[in-house]
């Protein structure tokens, strides 16, 4: 679509989106004209080929109902979408060919975006009689960037958690992975994947952390920038859901917030146009952006073991050494199914452990 689409629209939600898209890059708002030039502009309209592989369709979702304005229509229309299974009019030969011709006529130059895991187990995910991954190898060859928008495709998500019957696995772990960027979220923000392609048109490449994705999206701890972080340090906390506790924003980390070890913007960016997001609704963070999720923050609603609370006996009481203690032992390895039995376990000891050293100092 070309430029008078945007002058269509209503200019201070335009502007808005634009500086919602400034915020997320982590811009000051002197970029908020040049990134409505680059929306509105008519010549870079890179082609693009969605991939619907195995997933619950939750992203395409999260994308079409965004509105800040629409974002779904900002982001059909700039990036000239060829090929998307959930919206697309096209069917059977007619949709297969658009594939082709976008790969045969656009080398090196469309974006193809991959929602869903891939199975690798033969017969457990094909479409139109090709297996999954298969496809994606073939579409992504020659793509000059694949996102990995979800947490499905970008580690696997619930289909990946264990037993795994279809041997699922990330879109990273079977293409070239420089040519790969993640967005993950179960699902994720649209201006996720807004401002991650408005950076590929103004920038190029965005700065990647270790995990593939984009730094200034997921570059701190919901935990840094929690607004119930102060009730953290203080020693305030939701003992049980349905207290007036909850509405007085007091710490959700008694009961399973995954804050502290979980790495994106969401308290800035929010839901819903910006209205909520899940800890301000007054549930825990379940850490669904993790490469290790579900297993790792299951049970959910479970505390983190050997997590320092402020005000309990026995236990660290530095909310910055609580991420690095946990953070290390990520970073060495914890298997999923050993954190996941922790959890179950090690709660239990930490209660009994605080119990005692209360009796203790009793005494």
């Not at 299974?85 to 658009?98: F, P, S, V, W």
């Not at 103004?202 to 009730?231: E, W």
Request: neutral net charge.
């Amino acid at each position: 679509m070309s430029r008078e689409f945007f002058w269509q629209m209503d200019r201070r939600d335009f502007l808005k989106l634009c500086g919602g898209v400034a915020a997320a890059l982590g811009l000051s708002e002197v970029s908020v004209p040049k990134i409505a030039e680059v929306l509105a502009a008519s010549a870079a309209k890179p082609p693009v080929i969605w991939l619907e592989l195995g997933s619950c369709t939750g992203d395409s979702c999260s994308f079409l109902n965004a509105d800040s304005p629409t974002a779904a229509e900002v982001i059909l229309n700039q990036l000239s979408v060829r090929y998307h299974e959930a919206i697309m009019a096209a069917q059977g030969t007619l949709a297969e060919k658009a594939i082709e011709d976008t790969i045969k006529n656009e080398a090196g130059k469309y974006v193809v975006v991959v929602e869903g895991v891939v199975p690798t187990k033969k017969g457990y995910g094909m479409i139109g009689g090709k297996e999954m991954q298969d496809i994606l190898k073939e579409v992504s060859a020659n793509a000059l960037v694949v996102i990995a928008l979800g947490t499905c495709s970008a580690y696997g998500g619930i289909p990946g958690g264990d037993p795994n019957p279809g041997e699922v696995k990330p879109v990273m772990d079977l293409i070239d992975r420089n040519k790969v960027i993640n967005l993950p979220g179960c699902p994720a923000h649209p201006m996720w994947l807004l401002s991650t392609v408005t950076h590929l048109l103004m920038f190029g490449m965005p700065k990647l952390d270790s995990q593939r994705r984009p730094v200034a999206i997921y570059g701190q701890t919901i935990h840094d920038n929690c607004p119930r972080r102060s009730a953290f340090d203080e020693g305030r906390y939701v003992e049980q859901f349905g207290q007036a506790e909850v509405d007085r924003d007091y710490c959700l980390i008694k009961k399973g917030c995954k804050g502290p070890i979980t790495y994106s913007n969401c308290p800035q960016q929010r839901w819903n146009s910006g209205k909520n997001w899940c800890i301000g609704a007054g549930a825990p963070c379940i850490g669904c952006v993790d490469p290790k999720f579900p297993d790792a923050m299951s049970p959910f609603y479970d505390r983190l073991p050997d997590i320092g609370i402020p005000g309990v006996a026995g236990l660290r009481t530095d909310a910055d050494t609580v991420g690095a203690v946990v953070g290390a032992a990520t970073a060495i390895g914890i298997a999923a199914h050993a954190v996941g039995a922790a959890a179950k376990g090690k709660l239990g000891r930490a209660d009994e452990a605080e119990k005692k050293s209360g009796k203790a100092s009793r005494a």
